[in-house]
């Protein structure tokens, strides 16, 4: 489904902006006229696609440059430093170019009479939509200064969960590159001087020598194509993933492999209650916040079950109501605590302590990540060095029992 971005009013004249998945634009004007919008303008979001060649040479930003960015700017907002003053000094602090360059634009658009979350709409490849909203709450309720320490505070555990995750893979890539590695190496250096001594020797070899032979020859002679498949295979796979079909058929496969499955769900959970309470807290509406929360999935099952509950929620259910029939992908508990949350009226404080929940058993998982692989590694390793060497040693037996 196609998203847009649009600029709509209310009948008291307010302006809203945002981003909406609609069928097409008299779709998107009815659902803003629900909520007492009426629609303005409307684009089709081609952002990433017209800037892919240019995007592709420039200096990445972090979300750790992001992060120290938002802190230290709650700390001199705090200090009583104006806005231009404040980020003009943070350019100077950072070593990203293209970070100190989009900076200073935002500095000179708020000298020129700009918000700040007006200033940041410009750079939304940076700033994300949840980023933007929550600045613009902090200035129209002027709580920017709380707003700032929520974000950051948001930032740094998304940080931590992504590092958890990554840190978890990090001894299995280890191994089956060195495994890879050392392969290539026996089958380039070792495989064509023993290939050599059977042809002297005018061995009858066995299929699977014949196959390990023909595949360290290739190496030596046409290594260059190995290189190129393997740019070709990165490259075909990274743009299947940006295909909506790609992206599905590959979120849905992590989902049924049953130890990354779990990680996917509680990190996916731990995301949403995180970023939907401090959306909650910072006084965005319900139906926004879930809009926002669903960009910020990254599994294509978990985006569409928050899509789809936006609809019900705004047809009047309440929001545990509209996630229920998603138990398969949210855990039960996060239901039974909104639940509990709508009827007290509790619901950010109670998305908070469920993110620390999820967020810990994330952390756990990870821990037994190594003591699953590792086995499974093992057996890897022992079946590739077994195939070789039964391949090599297999021809050398025979010639001993032909000599007998």
Not at 24 to 41: F, N, P, T
Not at 52 to 61: E, G, L, M, P, R
Not at 330 to 347: D, R, S, Y
Request: hydrophobic share 45%.
């Amino acid at each position: 489904m196609p998203r847009y971005f649009y600029i709509a009013k209310s009948l008291k004249g307010e302006e809203k902006t945002g981003v909406l998945e609609a069928k097409s634009e008299r779709e998107l004007a009815q659902i803003l006229r629900q909520d007492g919008y009426v629609l303005i303008s409307a684009s089709q979001e081609k952002e990433k696609k017209k800037n892919f060649s240019f995007a592709f040479f420039k200096q990445s930003i972090s979300l750790t440059d992001k992060m120290m960015f938002t802190r230290n700017l709650q700390v001199m907002v705090s200090a009583g430093i104006s806005l231009p003053r404040a980020i003009r000094t943070l350019s100077l602090q950072t070593k990203n170019k293209n970070f100190k360059k989009t900076l200073l634009d935002i500095a000179e658009e708020i000298t020129k009479g700009k918000n700040l979350s007006e200033a940041l709409k410009t750079h939304s490849n940076i700033f994300s939509e949840l980023f933007q909203s929550m600045i613009k709450v902090g200035e129209e309720s002027g709580t920017l200064e709380e707003v700032l320490g929520t974000l950051a505070r948001q930032m740094e555990k998304d940080y931590e969960l992504k590092s958890k995750i990554k840190g978890a893979l990090v001894y299995p890539a280890v191994i089956v590159c060195a495994m890879v590695g050392i392969g290539i190496l026996m089958l380039i250096m070792v495989v064509p001087k023993l290939a050599e001594t059977f042809k002297e020797l005018e061995i009858e070899l066995p299929a699977t020598t014949r196959f390990v032979i023909g595949l360290g020859n290739f190496l030596t002679q046409k290594w260059f194509l190995v290189v190129l498949m393997i740019v070709a295979f990165i490259f075909l796979f990274r743009l299947i993933l940006k295909t909506n079909s790609g992206k599905k058929f590959f979120d849905g496969l992590f989902l049924k492999i049953p130890f990354i499955s779990n990680i996917i769900k509680k990190s996916n959970s731990a995301t949403l209650t995180r970023t939907l309470g401090s959306l909650i807290t910072a006084g965005v509406p319900l139906l926004r916040s879930l809009e926002i929360v669903s960009g910020t999935l990254g599994n294509f099952y978990f985006h569409q079950a928050i899509v789809s509950s936006i609809d019900k929620v705004r047809k009047g259910e309440k929001l545990f109501e509209a996630l229920s029939p998603y138990q398969n992908l949210f855990p039960p508990l996060i239901v039974q605590m909104l639940e509990v949350g709508e009827e007290t009226g509790e619901t950010s404080s109670i998305l908070e302590k469920l993110s620390d929940f999820f967020e810990d058993e994330v952390a756990n998982t990870t821990k037994n990540l190594s003591a699953v692989i590792e086995p499974v590694m093992m057996l890897l390793i022992g079946g590739a060095v077994g195939f070789f060497a039964i391949s090599m040693i297999q021809p050398m037996y025979s010639m001993l029992g032909a000599i007998k």
